[in-house]
C-alpha cells in the first residue's frame, strides 16, 4: 500500500516516522521507499507490503479514519 510520495527520499523518511508516531498499527511494519522517475525529477513512493490483504485492508481503514492516506496495491 501506498502512503505516500514525496519529491526527497529524506522526507520520505521523515514521512515514515510521522505516521509511524501516530499510528499504532504501522509500529511493526517496515517502510519500502521505490524511487520512480517523474518529468526531471523522481519521486520517492513510501510504501508497505503485506502478505495478507485483510491486514492491509484492516490497517488502510485505521489510517483513512485518522486522516492519513493510503492507496491500495494490486
Do not use: H, N
Amino acid at each position: 500500500m501506498q502512503l505516500g510520495a514525496f519529491s526527497t527520499a529524506r522526507s520520505a523518511r521523515e514521512g515514515w516516522e510521522k505516521l509511524r508516531r501516530a499510528f499504532v498499527e504501522l509500529q511493526e511494519l517496515s517502510p519500502v521507499i521505490d524511487i520512480e522517475p517523474a518529468a526531471g525529477s523522481s519521486l520517492y513512493r513510501l510504501r508497505v507490503r503485506f502478505d495478507d490483504s485483510d491486514e492491509a485492508e484492516r490497517i488502510c481503514a485505521a489510517l483513512l479514519r485518522g486522516g492519513a492516506e493510503c492507496i491500495p496495491s494490486q
